[in-house]
């Protein structure tokens, strides 16, 4: 997290927060990421509006507020929703319950409790600051020193999901190390191929698929 926002993270973080997306009622508990501070939450939904989503299994990985997985419930997907911090996993339960909508909510470290290859679409908006996390909120923004949440996450996909039956999508800000992580996904057979690139308060935010590397 840059350290100008980190004493403005920890203000807002220290209670639920309330929070509407077009008529979809959040509260945000604390330690969860936040929807309306960061950018990337709503480039992904401008970006899975235009997927075909009616009766696809959709798998958002990493979910946070789950706000994703609202949009795409509503857009007509069967929703699974995970997060490891297990605040994120009670708010989206308690907020998919208000705004009824079918989502499941599970725990999970990426796929550990859940099997990927029984989507049809995945989305993954990672941490991606190379520094081992130390608490609940710090796991939403840091993949560890060695970027081992990424190592994890290639490696896991090579070995049990089929890209060519499922489409997996991935932000990136140019505040990361692209080159890095690009780097790691083909050590395990993947490439990141750009599918949406846009540039929102200075910062440029990028939108990757899988695909099996050539």
């Known amino acids: 997290m840059h350290p100008l926002l980190k004493p403005i993270a920890a203000w ?44 696809k299994q959709f798998l958002e990985l990493g979910a946070g507020s789950g706000l994703v997985s609202f949009v795409a419930a509503q857009k007509g997907a069967f929703v699974t929703a995970t997060d490891i911090n297990p605040k994120a996993i009670e708010g989206i339960k308690m907020n998919a319950e208000k705004n009824v909508l079918n989502v499941q909510a599970i725990v999970s470290n990426l796929f550990e409790n859940i099997d990927g290859a029984s989507f049809d679409i995945i989305i993954i908006n990672p941490p991606y600051y190379p520094k081992d996390p130390s608490s609940g909120t710090e796991m939403a923004f840091y993949c560890g020193q060695d970027f081992g949440y990424f190592q994890r996450l290639f490696s896991q996909v090579n070995e049990e999901i089929d890209l060519s039956k499922t489409a997996i999508f991935m932000i990136l800000s140019e505040d990361c190390e692209l080159n890095k992580i690009a780097q790691i996904a083909q050590e395990h057979g993947i490439d990141l191929n750009l599918v949406h690139e846009e540039k929102k308060l200075q910062e440029r935010n990028y939108i990757f698929k899988f695909v099996e590397h050539e």
Do not use: D
């Open 12 to 55: 807002h973080f220290r209670k639920p927060r309330q929070y509407n997306y077009e008529g979809i009622e959040l509260t945000v508990l604390p330690s969860v990421f936040h929807p309306g501070i960061y950018l990337s939450t709503n480039i992904l939904i401008a970006f899975i509006k235009k997927l075909e989503l009616p009766g």
